[in-house]
């Protein structure tokens, strides 16, 4: 069982979370050893693929096969907006041409399929180039797994073994704020916490952190799932 995110503080007991969008947080003592925290978790197993299974299924229904997507909708990506355009070609769909987002019609079900699928792709395609890059310019020679998930409420996050994930939803963001995420996550390959030192880090390779913050606050209401 993977750990997502692994918080060391100066409490006395191990807390198991399993938040909104199924992932799983471990808050335990600064000191403990990480081997003892593996344990308690391969020991609650059950229990925590049983709250994931609930978290995920309150997703599916938060996102609503329901929610129609119609001609016209703008459909965000790097930080630019392009109106949806129905296609009858048989051709490699969907696609952004001539400013437009071009998708061959379908049933809605299919329809949010394909397009969630296109974001996928092209989030593993810039994601996987944009961390290779950044770990190079920030000094970390080796790197573990890199994950596109579907998180809602978390953009990126760094697990305990050193794996990355990042939400396909990021790449709706600018470049710039695609990197900070890469950033901060790589970040948490050198210093597990969000402490000062943290911080100073993220800020000395990305100094206009706080504006790629706002920006992020406001992405999830221009995304049409």
């Given at each position: 069982m993977e750990i997502?995110e692994?918080?060391?503080?100066n409490?006395?007991?191990?807390?198991?979370?399993?938040?909104?969008d199924a992932?799983?947080?471990?808050?335990?003592p600064?000191f403990?050893?990480?081997?003892?925290?593996?344990?308690?978790?391969?020991?609650?197993?059950a229990?925590?693929?049983?709250q994931?299974?609930?978290?995920r299924q309150?997703?599916q229904v938060i996102?609503?096969?329901?929610?129609?997507?119609?001609?016209?909708?703008?459909?965000?990506?790097?930080g630019?907006?392009y109106p949806?355009?129905?296609?009858?070609?048989?051709?490699?769909?969907p696609e952004i041409h001539?400013?437009?987002?071009?998708?061959?019609?379908?049933?809605?079900?299919?329809?949010?399929?394909?397009?969630l699928?296109?974001?996928?792709?092209?989030?593993r395609?810039?994601l996987?180039e944009?961390?290779?890059l950044l770990s190079?310019?920030i000094?970390?020679?080796?790197?573990?797994?890199?994950?596109?998930?579907?998180?809602?409420?978390r953009?990126?996050?760094?697990s305990?073994k050193?794996?990355l994930?990042?939400?396909?939803?990021?790449?709706?963001?600018p470049?710039?704020?695609?990197d900070?995420?890469?950033i901060?996550?790589l970040a948490h390959?050198?210093?597990r916490n969000?402490s000062?030192?943290f911080?100073?880090?993220?800020?000395?390779?990305?100094?206009?952190?706080?504006n790629?913050i706002?920006w992020?606050?406001?992405?999830?209401?221009f995304l049409?799932?």
């Open positions: 997502d692994l918080v060391r503080s409490r006395k007991t191990i807390a198991l979370i399993v938040t909104s992932r799983l947080v471990v808050r335990a600064r403990l050893p990480l081997k003892r925290i593996e344990e308690l978790v391969e020991n609650k197993t229990w925590i693929e049983n994931k299974a609930k978290m309150k997703l996102s609503g096969e329901s929610i129609g997507i119609n001609e016209g909708q703008l459909i965000p990506f790097l630019q907006f949806l355009v129905w296609s009858e070609h048989q051709r490699n769909l001539d400013g437009k987002f071009i998708i061959k019609w379908s049933e809605q079900t299919q329809l949010k399929k394909n397009i699928n296109w974001y996928k792709k092209e989030a395609h810039i996987s944009r961390v290779e190079r310019q000094g970390i020679s080796s790197l573990n797994t890199i994950r596109i998930t579907s998180a809602r409420t953009w990126g996050s760094c305990a050193g794996n994930s990042f939400t396909w939803r990021l790449v709706a963001t470049l710039n704020v695609v900070y995420v890469v901060h996550e390959l050198k210093i969000h000062k030192d911080w100073t880090q993220v800020k000395f390779h990305y100094p206009d952190y706080k790629a706002t992020l606050k406001h992405i999830p209401y049409p799932f």
